[in-house]
């Protein structure tokens, strides 16, 4: 069998993408290492932020904004909540640029927002402590995502419209000739006339010449109470600090606060060197100092999870062709902060799998923005 697509790699965006080509019918295959949803990406972990005031570039606005709309369609088709409105607060030094250009581009691309001063913040949320030499603005529309329910509805929804999925069964090695892809797994060879790569932290194992750092990363779960739970209002949140660390979190569920730091790592170089959470001395520690600077009151670490960042050389996403007949598309490097636009990202290769133009959209991620630097 021929397929029109073979999707390698079927986490978030992959899951997204094999969904919508199934659903406009493309004889489509995914292929996961694993079983999706699955911890041995970048998915997992119950939650992810969206927000719509977006720092790091206009480029994802478009991207934004459509998420929304598709994040919103696959809730009323499938009938289950993924996405939770509470508000994002973002708060940074007076001197960093970061609150000035998120008000920016709220004003540029119509997103509701607040800004606030330090003490308007500890007025409303009395459990933060913020230092004066800080502000902050609320994105108040955004919030955050059930990640692996998500990925769960997805790999449903395209099983169901007849998507053939091989899980947990790993790709050797990926050929292109005679205008077909022929794809090498542990069960076998499957040819398809397109291919989409979304492998993550991995996908230097089939294209090594993608210029990603794969790097370790950790949530983790902190004993808290009810002041700390949407019921009380509290907000999401990001946190850059005076240091130049990024730090961020969800409001409470079951008397549970999930935190996070976003920058550093441990940096790896295969699968296996992505240990479970405990196994770095710094593992329950690393949100302390934030803790107790901006929310005290936190008592015990309560469990926590690794995953893995797939970063770029600049922090943006890659999405680029493989061959100079367009007939391969790769999307990777999305460095920690892609989770909230997989459905759009999806959607763009699903188009790309039909045939249909995609060069403008993914013209800001091309490769070639690179080859200054090579």
Partial sequence: MIYDVIIVGSGSVGAAAGCYATINNLNVLMIDAHHPPHHHGSHHGKTRLIRYAYAEGDQYLPLLQRSKVLWEA????????????????????????????????????????????????????????????????????????????????????????????????????????????????????????????????????????????????????????????????????????????????????DDQLKVARHDGGQPLNDAAECLPFGQYPTDGSECFSFLKQFLPGQSACLYGLACSYDNSPDGHFIIDYLDNDKTGLIISGLSGHGFKCAPALGEIASQFALGNEVDTVIEPFRLKRFEKNC
């Avoid at 581009?105 to 030499?133: G, H």
């Fill in 74 to 253: 696959l809730e009323k088709t499938t009938g289950t909540s993924l996405l939770t409105p509470c508000g994002v607060l973002s708060l940074a030094p007076v001197d960093s640029p970061l609150i000035p250009t998120l008000i920016e581009c709220a004003k540029t691309w119509s997103v509701d927002v607040e800004p606030l001063s330090a003490s308007e913040i500890m007025q409303r949320w009395a459990t933060f402590v913020v230092p004066e030499n800080y502000h902050g603005v609320l994105d108040k529309n955004a919030g955050y995502l059930y990640s692996e329910k998500a990925v769960e509805q997805w790999i449903r929804l395209a099983q169901e419209q007849g998507c053939a999925q091989l899980f947990n069964c790993s790709v050797n090695e990926i050929s292109h000739y005679d205008d077909l892809y022929r794809v090498s797994t542990a069960d076998g060879e499957y040819t398809a006339r397109k291919i989409i790569v979304t492998a993550g932290s991995w996908v230097k194992k089939l294209h090594p010449n993608i210029p990603i750092s794969p790097v370790r990363k950790v949530m983790t779960w902190f004993q808290s109470d009810g002041r700390f739970s949407q019921h009380a209002n509290f907000p999401a949140f990001t946190a850059q600090l005076t240091d130049g660390s990024q730090y961020y979190g969800f409001p409470a569920e």
